[in-house]
Protein backbone atom coordinates (compact mmCIF):
# COMPACT_ATOMS: atom_id res chain seq x y z
CA UNK A 1 0.00 0.00 0.00
CA UNK A 2 1.47 3.43 -0.84
CA UNK A 3 0.79 6.37 1.82
CA UNK A 4 -1.14 8.66 0.39
CA UNK A 5 -1.08 11.46 3.72
CA UNK A 6 0.07 10.76 7.45
CA UNK A 7 -1.64 13.65 9.86
CA UNK A 8 -1.17 13.47 13.47
CA UNK A 9 -3.85 10.53 14.13
CA UNK A 10 -3.80 8.52 10.99
CA UNK A 11 -1.64 7.13 7.98
CA UNK A 12 -4.02 6.96 5.07
CA UNK A 13 -2.92 4.03 2.68
CA UNK A 14 -3.91 3.58 -1.44
CA UNK A 15 -5.01 0.21 -2.20
CA UNK A 16 -2.97 -0.78 -5.41
CA UNK A 17 -5.77 -2.23 -7.83
CA UNK A 18 -8.76 0.25 -5.98
CA UNK A 19 -9.22 3.28 -7.42
CA UNK A 20 -11.78 3.94 -4.88
CA UNK A 21 -11.29 3.34 -1.67
CA UNK A 22 -8.36 3.54 0.88
CA UNK A 23 -7.36 2.31 4.28
CA UNK A 24 -7.66 4.24 7.13
CA UNK A 25 -4.86 3.53 9.77
CA UNK A 26 -5.04 4.63 13.26
CA UNK A 27 -1.91 5.27 15.54
CA UNK A 28 -1.61 5.95 19.14
CA UNK A 29 -0.23 9.33 19.08
CA UNK A 30 -2.21 12.12 21.04
CA UNK A 31 -1.30 15.14 20.69
CA UNK A 32 -2.84 18.61 21.54
CA UNK A 33 -2.45 22.68 21.57
CA UNK A 34 -1.18 22.45 17.66
CA UNK A 35 0.37 19.23 18.48
CA UNK A 36 2.97 21.30 20.77
CA UNK A 37 2.27 18.73 23.43
CA UNK A 38 2.80 14.64 22.31
CA UNK A 39 2.88 11.52 23.59
CA UNK A 40 2.96 7.94 22.74
CA UNK A 41 -0.48 6.39 24.19
CA UNK A 42 -0.11 2.28 23.39
CA UNK A 43 -3.35 1.23 22.39
CA UNK A 44 -5.21 4.65 21.52
CA UNK A 45 -5.56 3.89 17.91
CA UNK A 46 -7.25 0.63 18.31
CA UNK A 47 -9.87 2.50 20.21
CA UNK A 48 -10.27 4.81 18.67
CA UNK A 49 -11.04 2.61 15.18
CA UNK A 50 -13.65 0.97 16.69
CA UNK A 51 -15.17 3.40 18.08
CA UNK A 52 -15.19 5.58 14.78
CA UNK A 53 -16.30 2.36 13.25
CA UNK A 54 -19.97 2.24 15.50
CA UNK A 55 -20.05 5.94 15.02
CA UNK A 56 -20.08 5.54 11.09
CA UNK A 57 -22.49 2.73 11.59
CA UNK A 58 -25.12 4.40 13.59
CA UNK A 59 -25.05 7.90 11.30
CA UNK A 60 -25.18 5.34 7.74
CA UNK A 61 -27.92 3.60 9.45
CA UNK A 62 -29.69 6.81 10.41
CA UNK A 63 -29.35 7.39 6.49
CA UNK A 64 -26.18 9.95 6.62
CA UNK A 65 -23.36 9.07 4.46
CA UNK A 66 -19.68 8.73 5.45
CA UNK A 67 -16.55 7.16 4.05
CA UNK A 68 -16.98 4.13 5.83
CA UNK A 69 -16.99 0.91 4.29
CA UNK A 70 -15.79 -1.30 6.99
CA UNK A 71 -13.20 -2.28 9.83
CA UNK A 72 -10.49 -4.29 8.52
CA UNK A 73 -8.39 -4.86 11.29
CA UNK A 74 -7.76 -3.88 15.32
CA UNK A 75 -6.05 -0.44 13.57
CA UNK A 76 -7.88 -0.04 10.34
CA UNK A 77 -10.78 0.37 8.54
CA UNK A 78 -11.92 0.56 4.45
CA UNK A 79 -13.46 4.20 3.48
CA UNK A 80 -14.48 4.81 -0.05
CA UNK A 81 -12.01 7.66 -1.31
CA UNK A 82 -13.09 11.62 -0.95
CA UNK A 83 -11.61 14.95 -2.08
CA UNK A 84 -11.72 16.55 1.61
CA UNK A 85 -12.97 19.91 2.36
CA UNK A 86 -10.52 22.05 3.98
CA UNK A 87 -13.20 22.68 7.12
CA UNK A 88 -13.40 22.01 10.55
CA UNK A 89 -16.80 22.49 11.28
CA UNK A 90 -17.40 22.27 14.99
CA UNK A 91 -20.82 21.32 16.75
CA UNK A 92 -21.62 22.35 20.51
CA UNK A 93 -24.20 21.94 22.58
CA UNK A 94 -22.80 22.94 25.89
CA UNK A 95 -19.97 25.39 26.16
CA UNK A 96 -16.16 24.33 26.70
CA UNK A 97 -13.13 24.32 25.53
CA UNK A 98 -12.45 27.75 22.88
CA UNK A 99 -15.72 28.74 22.81
CA UNK A 100 -15.13 29.42 26.54
CA UNK A 101 -12.06 31.47 25.74
CA UNK A 102 -13.06 32.98 23.12
CA UNK A 103 -16.98 34.19 24.87
CA UNK A 104 -15.97 34.49 28.71
CA UNK A 105 -18.48 31.86 28.89
CA UNK A 106 -18.03 28.94 31.71
CA UNK A 107 -17.51 25.76 30.71
CA UNK A 108 -20.89 23.72 31.19
CA UNK A 109 -23.72 26.36 30.27
CA UNK A 110 -25.96 24.02 28.19
CA UNK A 111 -26.83 26.49 25.10
CA UNK A 112 -29.96 27.43 23.79
CA UNK A 113 -29.84 25.68 20.43
CA UNK A 114 -26.69 23.84 19.22
CA UNK A 115 -23.93 25.79 17.73
CA UNK A 116 -21.74 25.05 14.30
CA UNK A 117 -18.64 26.83 13.69
CA UNK A 118 -16.47 26.38 11.08
CA UNK A 119 -12.27 26.20 11.07
CA UNK A 120 -10.10 26.78 7.96
CA UNK A 121 -8.31 23.46 8.10
CA UNK A 122 -4.72 24.79 7.83
CA UNK A 123 -2.02 24.03 10.35
CA UNK A 124 0.44 27.01 9.32
CA UNK A 125 -2.60 29.35 10.45
CA UNK A 126 -3.85 27.13 13.52
CA UNK A 127 -6.82 26.10 12.07
CA UNK A 128 -8.90 30.06 12.42
CA UNK A 129 -12.51 30.34 13.31
CA UNK A 130 -14.31 31.52 9.91
CA UNK A 131 -17.64 32.55 8.57
CA UNK A 132 -19.21 31.37 5.75
CA UNK A 133 -18.03 34.33 3.27
CA UNK A 134 -14.52 33.55 4.39
CA UNK A 135 -15.10 29.91 3.17
CA UNK A 136 -16.42 31.52 -0.13
CA UNK A 137 -13.65 33.51 -0.49
CA UNK A 138 -10.99 31.08 0.24
CA UNK A 139 -12.71 28.94 -2.43
CA UNK A 140 -13.29 25.77 -0.20
CA UNK A 141 -16.37 24.81 -1.22
CA UNK A 142 -19.76 27.06 -2.81
CA UNK A 143 -22.27 28.38 -0.83
CA UNK A 144 -24.63 25.33 -1.49
CA UNK A 145 -22.37 22.69 -0.35
CA UNK A 146 -21.32 24.83 2.77
CA UNK A 147 -25.18 24.80 3.71
CA UNK A 148 -25.27 21.32 3.05
CA UNK A 149 -22.65 20.78 5.39
CA UNK A 150 -24.14 22.65 8.16
CA UNK A 151 -26.84 20.57 7.44
CA UNK A 152 -25.50 17.34 7.80
CA UNK A 153 -23.82 18.58 10.81
CA UNK A 154 -26.78 19.50 12.52
CA UNK A 155 -28.50 16.44 11.51
CA UNK A 156 -25.31 14.09 13.28
CA UNK A 157 -25.41 16.07 16.28
CA UNK A 158 -29.19 15.07 16.94
CA UNK A 159 -28.47 11.18 16.10
CA UNK A 160 -24.72 11.04 18.11
CA UNK A 161 -26.35 13.74 21.39
CA UNK A 162 -29.26 10.59 21.71
CA UNK A 163 -27.30 7.53 20.95
CA UNK A 164 -24.65 8.63 23.52
CA UNK A 165 -27.11 10.41 26.07
CA UNK A 166 -28.91 6.28 25.62
CA UNK A 167 -25.69 5.60 26.82
CA UNK A 168 -25.23 7.69 30.19
CA UNK A 169 -22.78 9.78 27.73
CA UNK A 170 -23.36 13.56 27.50
CA UNK A 171 -21.97 14.94 23.61
CA UNK A 172 -20.71 18.30 24.84
CA UNK A 173 -19.25 19.52 21.36
CA UNK A 174 -17.40 17.61 18.35
CA UNK A 175 -15.35 18.00 15.63
CA UNK A 176 -16.27 16.84 11.81
CA UNK A 177 -14.77 16.62 8.44
CA UNK A 178 -16.68 16.79 5.19
CA UNK A 179 -15.37 15.27 1.75
CA UNK A 180 -17.12 14.73 -1.77
CA UNK A 181 -16.95 11.24 -2.89
CA UNK A 182 -16.79 10.06 -6.33
CA UNK A 183 -19.94 9.93 -7.12
CA UNK A 184 -20.08 13.86 -6.24
CA UNK A 185 -22.35 13.23 -3.28
CA UNK A 186 -20.96 15.01 0.59
CA UNK A 187 -19.85 12.33 3.07
CA UNK A 188 -18.60 12.63 6.72
CA UNK A 189 -14.79 11.11 6.79
CA UNK A 190 -12.42 10.73 9.09
CA UNK A 191 -13.35 9.93 12.53
CA UNK A 192 -15.90 10.28 15.28
CA UNK A 193 -14.13 9.65 18.91
CA UNK A 194 -13.06 10.75 21.69
CA UNK A 195 -10.29 12.39 19.84
CA UNK A 196 -12.65 14.85 18.22
CA UNK A 197 -15.72 14.76 20.77
CA UNK A 198 -15.94 15.90 24.24
CA UNK A 199 -18.21 13.11 26.06
CA UNK A 200 -18.94 14.01 29.96
CA UNK A 201 -20.14 10.32 32.06
CA UNK A 202 -24.02 11.67 32.51
CA UNK A 203 -24.00 10.73 35.85
CA UNK A 204 -20.64 11.54 37.43
CA UNK A 205 -19.66 14.71 34.80
CA UNK A 206 -15.89 12.65 34.35
CA UNK A 207 -14.67 13.98 31.01
CA UNK A 208 -13.80 11.32 28.90
CA UNK A 209 -12.53 12.03 26.08
CA UNK A 210 -8.70 13.94 25.08
CA UNK A 211 -9.38 16.57 27.75
CA UNK A 212 -7.47 14.16 29.88
CA UNK A 213 -4.19 14.21 27.76
CA UNK A 214 -4.74 17.90 27.32
CA UNK A 215 -4.94 19.38 30.96
CA UNK A 216 -3.56 16.09 32.67
CA UNK A 217 -6.75 14.83 34.08
CA UNK A 218 -6.20 11.16 34.34
CA UNK A 219 -5.05 7.98 32.74
CA UNK A 220 -6.44 8.61 28.61
CA UNK A 221 -6.96 5.30 27.71
CA UNK A 222 -8.96 4.97 30.74
CA UNK A 223 -11.50 7.66 29.81
CA UNK A 224 -11.95 6.12 26.17
CA UNK A 225 -12.39 2.31 27.51
CA UNK A 226 -15.11 3.66 29.69
CA UNK A 227 -16.64 5.12 26.69
CA UNK A 228 -16.92 2.10 24.83
CA UNK A 229 -17.83 0.29 27.76
CA UNK A 230 -20.48 2.55 28.11
CA UNK A 231 -21.64 1.88 24.50
CA UNK A 232 -21.52 -1.60 24.51
CA UNK A 233 -23.47 -2.35 27.58
CA UNK A 234 -20.85 -3.08 30.04
Not at 36 to 50: C, F, I, M
Request: net charge positive; with cysteine; hydrophobic share 40%.
Amino acid sequence: MAVVYEGKAKIIYELEGEQDKYVVYFKDTATAFDATKKSEVEGKGVLNNTLSAIAFQILEEKGIKTHFIKKLSDREMLVWKAKRYDLEVVVRNISAGSLCKRLGLKEGQKLNKPLVELFYKKDELHDPLICIEHSLLLGIASRKEIHEIIKIARRVNKVLKEFFRSNGLILVDFKLEFGKLTDGSIAVIDEISPDTCRLWDAETGEKLDKDRFRFDLGDLLEGYRKVLQKIQGG
